[in-house]
């Protein structure tokens, strides 16, 4: 926890527990080469509030240990923020520790949690609801925050302070049941002590055992994460295949990895969320469900693919139409070029007196018959309606169910550009062109349409 040279931020709020870390504390900062900076928040809260901040100032200006203190209206911050008074003094305080630590090399902040305040906490996610994780309880090192007493009782702690004849403040409202904490304190736990002696002990060290099982667990998350997942598309794809192979453990730990990473945050996302990835698999091509943080994930022919987006534009929705050219510059013998966002420089021209040739076979550069086209060809985003022909018969198809059919993901179709006449798709570049407008014996003039490069 501790290093030569370290320097402490001890919160003290003036209790038996935090008086007791800092009386240790003092103790060993010879022996161990370390400095003590202490840090008290006063809440506003209480009247005796102003007392217990004289109490720390007092007790560091006899040990001459730097004191930094700090008056915060925490009720008002918790209406603010819509949270309860307990979260929000943690954000003022931690938020208070870690400003002062800007101040320091070689900083840690250190804080007077003991053991039955580990078995109090794994309760409380336990009640709450929570993975893995959460029934840790607390963790003696997390980052830059240690926990020295971690492992002593709050009787420990008082008989410490009594045999060296140490006072402490006592906060007059850890005694109400008004909070979630103290109603497991004071009515849960000594029920659990009086059903079974040293309970909560016990809870701690199950939270122990949990903890160590967690780690591990994260060591094989990520191996399974790497494994499975990949950057794709602006998102997280994750393989069906890979996924199938890991036990449900891993399975349900990669999707909430899937989720945290993409969300950029955890607060929010729980079980249902990966429940819901985990229907998902069960559905069709091409279902999509949205998540929070602006999440979407898309069911694909080969996995799951998550990423964020801007629910503002619905599926389907026609974007950024842009007219190919006027058909009397073309028809002038206009070359007409112009760039397109996502498909690159285009370029159009017509061939008059067109005789049919051998046709070259290229991906990016086709040849359509100009004298089917009655109307100005439009490159745009799909809508409801577009179809292909898909043979000399003239038998149409949706160009939904091409998309289907060929694999398209769902998370694509919206971005690609199509090229064309009313609601008869022309061409989808990259991929087919619809068969009425192949050039043909009778054809006489022809548009010749080259998208990314010259020669592709």
Not at 167 to 192: C, G, L, Q
Not at 246 to 271: I, N
């Amino acid at each position: 926890m501790v290093e030569r040279g370290d320097t402490l931020i001890v919160g003290v709020s003036g209790g038996a527990d935090s008086v007791c870390l800092l009386s240790v504390l003092m103790e060993l900062r010879d022996l161990m080469g370390f400095r003590l900076v202490c840090a008290h928040v006063n809440h506003m809260f209480r009247e005796t509030a102003t007392r217990d901040e004289e109490y720390v100032r007092n007790l560091c200006r006899k040990h001459r240990i730097a004191c930094k203190t700090l008056r915060a209206d925490v009720q008002a911050a918790a209406n603010e923020y819509k949270m309860s008074f307990e979260e929000a003094g943690r954000l003022v305080r931690y938020g208070f520790f870690h400003k002062i630590q800007k101040e320091y090399k070689s900083c840690k902040i250190a804080v007077a949690h003991n053991i039955e305040d580990c078995g109090e906490t794994l309760l409380f996610h336990l009640f709450r609801g929570s993975n893995l994780k959460g029934l840790g309880g607390i963790q003696p090192v997390a980052g830059d925050v240690i926990r020295p007493l971690m492992n002593v009782s709050r009787k420990e702690i008082e008989a410490y302070l009594k045999e060296r004849n140490i006072p402490w403040m006592e906060d007059e409202t850890n005694a109400s049941v008004d909070y979630a904490r103290n109603r497991i304190r004071h009515k849960i736990i000594p029920e659990a002590e009086a059903v079974c002696c040293g309970a909560g002990i016990r809870m701690a060290e199950t939270a122990e055992d949990l903890r160590l099982a967690e780690d591990y667990l994260a060591v094989q998350t990520a191996a399974a994460y790497a494994d499975c997942c990949s950057l794709q598309d602006g998102g997280i794809f994750i393989n069906e295949q890979k996924y199938e192979k890991l036990h449900a453990v891993l399975q349900s730990r990669v999707l909430y990895s899937m989720l945290e990473k993409q969300a950029g945050a955890a607060k929010d996302l729980g079980r249902i969320h990966v429940k819901e990835l985990e229907n998902l698999f069960t559905l069709q091509s091409g279902r999509k469900i949205c998540l929070p943080y602006r999440l979407c994930a898309y069911r694909t022919a080969e996995g799951i693919l998550l990423r964020k987006e801007d629910y503002a534009t619905g599926e389907g929705e026609c974007t950024s139409l842009v007219a190919l050219l006027d058909r009397k510059d073309l028809e002038a013998g206009k070359e007409i070029t112009f760039e397109l966002d996502g498909l690159g420089h285009v370029k159009a021209k017509l061939l008059f007196n067109y005789e049919m040739k051998n046709i070259p076979q290229k991906t990016y550069t086709k040849w359509f018959d100009y004298d089917k086209i009655s109307k100005c060809p439009t490159f745009r985003k799909r809508m409801e309606g577009d179809y292909l022909v898909i043979n000399e018969a003239g038998n149409r198809k949706k160009l939904k169910e091409y998309f289907i059919e060929n694999k398209i993901p769902a998370y694509n179709r919206d971005n690609m550009w199509i090229l064309t006449e009313d609601s008869h798709v022309i061409w989808i570049p990259g991929y087919r062109m619809s068969s009425f407008y192949k050039i043909s014996e009778t054809t006489r003039s022809v548009l010749e349409l080259t998208v990314g490069g010259e020669n592709e």
